[in-house]
């Protein structure tokens, strides 16, 4: 299996650009912007949403400006790798994300038998500080020192939703500085959320728990 999934090689001809595509070690032969062929003894490409996208090759190149090879060439690598991206982290939640408890810590909040600490929000600093990270790299109390000595405050993250996690996704999702609640009387985590108006597979951090797990 190829290490690039996603390689397209093409070339002039008289009906205009042919493009031969390799996804995950299987060639498929496209002309006027339609599979017309591919190797049967090589693995089946795995992606459905790469398939639809060669079949509307064409379109894809109108809708985005394309007039070039190697401009078609970055743009769908970009593309089939952000669909990639996109259900990896369909699939992490689905398997460890179960249910949402928000009512429940919101009640227990009020009744005061439950308290939910913010954790220090070190990306959304880093952003704001006039850093040039060619410089050097910067540790989180870095960050910090930096940002409250410009603004005078530090930020934390203010969890708006909370989600039942699996042990696995709680750990890593410490990792990343959110908030994480180990309430006595259960047997499971709960992942204090700060986003909220999205489908979590959106949010930043489970994106990038996908990618690199």
């Known amino acids: 299996m190829s290490d690039e999934p996603y390689i397209i090689k093409g070339y002039e001809s008289g009906g205009g650009i042919e493009y031969n595509i390799l996804c995950y070690g299987l060639w498929y032969v496209v002309e006027g912007g339609y599979t017309v062929g591919y190797s049967p003894d090589l693995p089946k490409c795995k992606d459905g949403a790469f398939l ?3 079949d509307d090759i064409d379109f894809f ?4 400006s394309i007039d070039n090879l190697e401009q078609l060439v970055t743009e769908v690598n970009k593309h089939i790798k952000g669909k990639e991206m996109e259900n990896k982290a369909k699939l992490l939640v689905e398997n ?17 038998e439950l308290s939910v600490d913010s954790t220090i929000d070190y990306e959304a600093m880093k952003e704001e500080i006039d850093y040039d990270e060619d410089n ?6 870095e960050i910090a020192d930096l940002y409250e000595s410009s603004f005078g405050e530090i930020v934390y993250k203010e969890p708006l939703e909370f989600w039942i996690v699996s042990d696995w996704l709680a750990e890593k999702l410490r990792e990343k500085g959110e908030v994480i609640i180990d309430y006595e009387h259960v047997d499971f985590y709960i992942w204090g959320r700060s986003c909220s108006g999205q489908a979590i597979y959106l949010d930043g951090v489970i994106r990038e728990i996908a990618i690199y797990n």
Do not use: A, C
């Open 52 to 54: 639809s996208l060669i």
């Open 61 to 64: 190149r109108t809708e985005n």
């Open 136 to 141: 050097g790299y910067l540790s989180n109390d």
């Open 96 to 112: 460890h994300i179960s249910k949402s408890v928000t009512t429940l810590v919101q009640r227990l909040q009020i009744l005061e």
